[in-house]
């Protein structure tokens, strides 16, 4: 018992070490290509920071199952974003045009990169 618990720390730490922002996008660009148990999993312990064993009780399915749901859905993202880098553009427009925003002197300029902002 304590090494599954140890088990499900460790696994809960990897999760939070998880930028929410990545994360945030990662369900945003290929959340539709999971299933919706996987997407709602991922949502609850990611997001909303419940235990594998409230999950587990919540979805009727074992702790270990939620632990290995959660493996397999980030390692499905992860392969989605390694294939197709949408993540990673999008968080190198988004601080572009942040910076952007910060160093300009002309409102205009100004305008257009906060709506960029806003679009992404």
């Known amino acids: 018992r304590l090494i599954w618990i140890r088990i499900c ?3 809960r730490r990897v999760w939070m070490m998880l930028d929410k922002i990545t994360a945030n996008a990662l369900l945003d660009y290929y959340g539709n290509l999971l299933t919706e148990r996987q997407r709602n999993i991922f949502r609850e312990v990611v997001f909303e920071d419940c235990s594998l064993g409230e999950v587990a009780e ?3 399915i074992s702790r270990q199952g939620v632990h ?3 493996r397999r859905t980030k390692k499905a993202l992860e392969g989605y974003e390694e294939k197709l880098g949408l993540v ?5 427009i988004r601080q572009r045009a942040e910076k952007i925003r910060t160093l300009t002197q002309d409102p205009e300029i100004s305008v257009l990169s906060r709506e960029i902002l806003e679009v992404l």
Request: net charge positive; proline share 0%.
């Open 9 to 11: 720390t460790a696994f």
């Open 58 to 60: 919540t979805h009727g």
């Open 68 to 70: 290995d749901m959660l």
């Open 88 to 92: 990673k553009k999008f968080l190198y």
